[in-house]
T-cell receptor, first 114, second 114 residues
Framework: KAGVTQTPRYLIKTRGQQVTLSCSPISGHRSVSWYQQTPGQGLQFLFEYFSETQRNKGNFPGRFSGRQFSNSRSEMNVSTLELGDSALYLC?????????????FGNGTRLTVT | GNSVTQMEGPVTLSEEAFLTINCTYTATGYPSLFWYVQYPGEGLQLLLKATKADDKGSNKGFEATYRKETTSFHLEKGSVQVSDSAVYFCALSNSGGSNYKLTFGKGTLLTVNP
């Protein structure tokens, strides 16, 4: 069974630009969540989608947005990039809401903003 | 709110040494507790979990016991190997049964020398 796939692996963007990151969950997983990982703040929850609906959102500005498609694939978008947005963005999927359904993470997209 | 505090590294051990990484948490109710591991260049992998007090999670020789009285979930391994070198994250989920929104500790870098 294929794991969670994130594309691209690396991105370099300039301040003020926007970027779109893609995530394909494990087949059959309907919940997709996104995390930001930085050396200073560690891992922080961005948002989660289930059946194309955002169910929960972390404490990030409105420049960070996402969506989920009917095939459960998800994208996240960051507009008006700032230097502080440089981070590893991790996507995770899970099959259902249950204590016995852990998150499965992708290898991440490394975003560098110059 | 929820928070996780884990011992900061880096931790450097010789092969076959005993490992302990401390983790304590603050949360309301009855969270689920997790240890995730991140190898260089990769996303996070679930190492073990415990969903209620006194549960012991175990995997690949690693163990952790959910101690509600001390709000702790310390990770232990009796004999580490070079291949255990990675960053270890303690995390909790307290979202009414949903595991997608995790609160992570800062991570502990473990290096095992031959």
């Amino acid at each position: 069974k294929a794991g969670v796939t994130q594309t691209p692996r690396y991105l370099i963007k300039t301040r003020g630009q926007q970027v779109t990151l893609s995530c394909s969950p494990i087949s059959g997983h309907r919940s997709v969540s996104w995390y930001q990982q930085t050396p200073g703040q560690g891992l922080q929850f961005l948002f989660e989608y289930f059946s194309e609906t955002q169910r929960n959102k972390g404490n990030f500005p409105g420049r960070f947005s996402g969506r989920q498609f009917s095939n459960s694939r998800s994208e996240m978008n960051v507009s008006t990039l700032e230097l502080g947005d440089s981070a590893l963005y991790l996507c995770a999927s899970t099959v259902q809401d249950s204590y016995n359904s852990p998150l499965h993470f992708g290898n991440g997209t490394r975003l560098t903003v110059t | 709110g929820n928070s996780v505090t884990q011992m900061e590294g880096p931790v450097t051990l010789s092969e076959e040494a005993f490992l302990t990484i401390n983790c304590t948490y603050t949360a309301t109710g009855y969270p689920s507790l997790f240890w995730y591991v991140q190898y260089p260049g990769e996303g996070l992998q679930l190492l073990l979990k415990a969903t209620k007090a006194d549960d012991k999670g175990s995997n690949k020789g690693f163990e952790a016991t959910y101690r509600k009285e001390t709000t702790s979930f310390h990770l232990e391994k009796g004999s580490v190997q070079v291949s255990d070198s990675a960053v270890y994250f303690c995390a909790l989920s307290n979202s009414g049964g949903s595991n997608y929104k995790l609160t992570f500790g800062k991570g502990t870098l473990l290096t095992v020398n031959p």
